[in-house]
């Protein structure tokens, strides 16, 4: 499944390369006066340097992060994040699609809550939303846990929960996204990644420049 999502990946990205290419080199060559050629070579190859460059940096980067961080990092079907007082959130990817994707709270190997697919943290306290695949939608369920007495309370439905005022269910993140921006590894390596594609593109500028140089009029 993995490398099957690579590809898929490798996919979306080429076709993105490709109309880049076609954007920049048409719009260098024809609106450039000078050094058209030498620009326009630029604008087809410098889409895929950066490009594939980021790409790879941030999926390597991603593992070894995950590696070090042990925090799984998705594409490997795995992901795990820490939350208050001992508590953590995981899930394992056995279905393509993410649409489906669930996980597990626990405390010291213990679940607490399964088949988490919304969650918010607010100090202390964990607040999230439940639904199991086989279920038909709408009869999503609601939790409340406190993590320093480990006090779990469950609702049954969305109007239990707006009858008894709880605002939480408005800014529930969608634990894919609630994964990503607790690992405190991603924002740094999409930063890195960036700064490292743009020095290769930038340095691809020069070599260009090297390679065709100016010529003189004598």
Same mark, same amino acid.
């Given at each position: 499944?993995? /490398?099957?999502?690579?590809?898929?990946?490798?996919?979306? /990205?080429?076709?993105?390369?490709?109309?880049?290419?076609?954007?920049?080199?048409?719009?260098?060559?024809?609106?450039?006066?000078?050094?058209? +050629?030498? =620009?326009?070579?630029?604008?087809?190859?410098? %889409?895929?340097?950066?490009?594939?460059?980021?790409?790879?940096?941030?999926?390597?980067?991603?593992?070894?992060?995950?590696?070090?961080? +042990? &925090?799984?990092?998705?594409?490997?079907?795995?992901?795990? &994040?820490?939350? %208050?007082?001992?508590?953590?959130?995981?899930?394992?990817?056995?279905?393509?699609?993410?649409?489906? #994707?669930?996980?597990?709270?626990?405390?010291?190997?213990?679940?607490?809550?399964?088949?988490? &697919?919304?969650? =918010?943290?607010?100090?202390?306290?964990?607040?999230? *939303?439940?639904? *199991?695949?086989?279920?038909?939608?709408?009869?999503?369920?609601?939790?409340?846990?406190?993590?320093?007495?480990?006090?779990?309370?469950?609702?049954?439905?969305?109007?239990?929960?707006?009858?008894?005022?709880?605002?939480?269910?408005?800014?529930? &993140?969608?634990?894919?996204?609630?994964?990503?921006?607790?690992?405190?590894?991603?924002? %740094?390596?999409?930063?890195?990644?960036?700064?490292?594609?743009?020095? #290769?593109?930038? #340095?691809?500028?020069?070599?260009?420049? +090297?390679?065709? %140089?100016? =010529?003189?009029?004598?």
């Amino acid at each position: 499944m993995m /490398f099957l999502s690579i590809l898929i990946q490798l996919t979306i /990205f080429l076709l993105l390369s490709m109309v880049m290419t076609l954007l920049l080199s048409g719009g260098l060559y024809l609106f450039s006066k000078r050094k058209r +050629k030498c =620009k326009a070579i630029f604008g087809l190859i410098s %889409p895929f340097v950066f490009v594939f460059s980021f790409y790879f940096i941030c999926l390597i980067g991603g593992f070894i992060c995950a590696s070090v961080f +042990k &925090t799984g990092c998705g594409m490997d079907g795995f992901w795990h &994040t820490e939350l %208050p007082n001992g508590y953590v959130m995981e899930s394992i990817e056995n279905d393509f699609d993410r649409e489906y #994707l669930t996980s597990n709270i626990a405390k010291d190997e213990k679940r607490v809550v399964k088949w988490v &697919t919304k969650i =918010k943290i607010s100090g202390d306290t964990i607040y999230g *939303e439940q639904y *199991e695949v086989n279920e038909s939608p709408g009869n999503e369920h609601y939790f409340v846990l406190d993590t320093r007495t480990d006090e779990l309370t469950q609702y049954k439905s969305l109007n239990e929960v707006r009858n008894l005022n709880l605002a939480m269910v408005a800014s529930l &993140t969608p634990i894919e996204s609630f994964y990503y921006h607790s690992w405190m590894w991603v924002v %740094p390596l999409g930063i890195s990644a960036f700064i490292i594609s743009s020095g #290769l593109v930038l #340095l691809l500028w020069v070599v260009i420049l +090297k390679l065709n %140089p100016v =010529k003189r009029v004598s």
